[in-house]
């Protein structure tokens, strides 16, 4: 209201002075809204550039913080869920701190192999939406099929030195290199880490860098392994954390307890789960998640739920039909994960 009586004032004012230009008080106006207006209050503006300390993800003044945020589907499916309005709002309905932008890299004719140029400018795109919006941005190299991380590595070195290159100077870039490897053993992951890590420091010398663990990211555990594959066998690397994913109806006691032996010896973050199954689809196991994310609250441990979509399947958080809308807030259109997950993003009491 006090600037539309000072717009009005200075209207009128401007009114008496010949030859002055339609556009000049707009352009005044708006330029001293911008000084004056407060800086806005997001995840990035209170905590700035994150790093690894100790076994924590840490903010700008070293405190250890939890993120919570969504994974997008695969950004060759359902793109009007990640539209404006619906990014809108994730950051202020859900206020969700992270957007994990998941990019598959071989999926027949839709992943990155099929068009580099493409699938790189749509992650740039995502990149620039999740900065506007002050939430952390977290670059998905989403291989799963196949799953040794290796067939990919110099596609992987081409696009993360794209991505550092252009986004190094921003304070919320993220990097997950190797989404869910599979068929394959830790230390052959960890020779593909030992090789894109560098290609993206020699860019982008202080973000953070995930790196997915063997079996599916499950620490191992789904191939009969234990996370001492990786405690004993740790990349010589800074400000790097290792990824963990768990779905609560198939997930259970051993994945549940290979991840709390492994948050006393490395930096872990949760970059993928739901509360269905492993397919993502299927009843909720509420209670399940429940210890899951009550665990991950205690340990400061960070994570992004999978999906921000309207799949048809349990997994993905709106209803089918959803996304051919604009309206995203409150939890009309959320399936019964969706309300869950939501309320756990808003409520860090949670």
């Not at 749509?122 to 040794?148: C, F, N, S």
């Not at 110099?154 to 190797?178: M, Q, V």
């Not at 779905?247 to 549940?256: G, I, K, R, V």
């Not at 032996?261 to 492993?278: C, D, H, M, W």
């Amino acid at each position: 209201m006090m600037r539309s009586l000072t717009a009005g004032i200075l209207l009128a004012a401007v009114a008496l002075l010949p030859n002055l230009p339609a556009n000049a008080v707009k352009i005044d106006l708006d330029a001293k809204a911008s000084v004056s207006a407060p800086a806005a209050d997001t995840p990035v503006s209170r905590n700035g550039q994150l790093h690894v300390c100790g076994l924590k993800l840490c903010n700008q003044n070293n405190v250890p913080v939890q993120l919570r945020g969504m994974s997008t589907h695969g950004i060759q499916w359902f793109p009007d869920c990640q539209k404006k309005p619906a990014l809108d709002a994730l950051a202020t309905d859900w206020k969700a701190d992270i957007l994990r932008i998941s990019m598959y890299v071989a999926e027949g004719e839709d992943g990155y192999e099929t068009n580099p140029r493409k699938f790189t400018d749509m992650v740039h795109g995502y990149i620039e939406e999740a900065t506007k919006r002050g939430m952390y941005a977290l670059v998905d190299w989403h291989q799963l099929d196949p799953g040794d991380p290796n067939i990919y590595t110099e596609k992987a070195k081409t696009f993360f030195a794209e991505i550092a290159e252009r986004h190094k100077n921003k304070n919320n870039i993220l990097y997950d290199i190797a989404n869910e490897p599979n068929g394959v053993t830790w230390a052959k992951v960890k020779s593909y880490a030992e090789k894109v890590i560098p290609t993206i420091r020699a860019k982008d010398s202080d973000s953070v860098i995930f790196i997915g663990t063997h079996a599916w990211s499950s620490l191992g555990v789904s191939d009969d392994r234990t996370e001492a594959d990786v405690v004993n066998n740790q990349i010589n690397a800074t400000n790097i954390m290792y990824t963990f994913h768990f779905y609560a109806a198939s997930h259970h006691e051993d994945n549940f307890n290979a991840l709390s032996r492994a948050s006393t010896k490395i930096p872990l973050f949760v970059t993928e789960f739901g509360t269905q199954n492993y397919l993502g689809e299927g009843a909720n196991d509420f209670t399940w998640s429940k210890k899951y994310l009550d665990f991950l609250k205690a340990k400061q441990i960070g994570w992004t739920n999978w999906n921000y979509s309207d799949d048809g399947r349990s997994g993905a958080v709106f209803k089918p039909g959803t996304c051919d809308g604009t309206s995203f807030t409150g939890t009309s259109k959320l399936k019964e994960a969706g309300i869950w997950i939501r309320a756990r993003i808003i409520d860090r009491n949670l």
